[in-house]
């Protein structure tokens, strides 16, 4: 294992979430939310960790589907229910959903 590639894309990973929060909280949650869930971040780790490795690179790539999904769904669970549960409970649910929408897409596409 190639630390210095974790370590670079651990920092990169920390980067990118800290200029999410603070476009969120110079502009608003909205466009920090619209900022945390672009690709980029996807970019940074196939640039760092899957360089030269197209095998590698590619299957990372087919597991952004499942995981995207799933955090469509985590969202789109956290739109509805604080109307109804506390914000614990909230988090738990949506959590919930996500990991088993992303078990369904898993077992669809890749069994």
Request: hydrophobic share 60%.
């Amino acid at each position: 294992m190639d630390w210095g590639k974790l370590l670079s894309d651990f920092l990169m990973g920390g980067v990118f979430i800290s200029v999410a929060v603070l476009i969120a909280r110079l502009l608003s949650p909205l466009a920090g939310g619209i900022i945390a869930a672009l690709p980029l971040r996807l970019v940074i780790t196939l640039l760092l960790g899957g360089a030269g490795d197209s095998s590698m690179a590619y299957g990372m790539i087919k597991g952004v589907i499942p995981a995207n999904i799933g955090a469509f769904t985590f969202a789109l669970s956290l739109s509805f229910l604080p109307e109804r549960f506390d914000a614990k409970n909230s988090f738990l649910l949506a959590s919930l959903v996500c990991i088993l929408t992303m078990a369904g897409v898993y077992l669809v596409m890749f069994l």
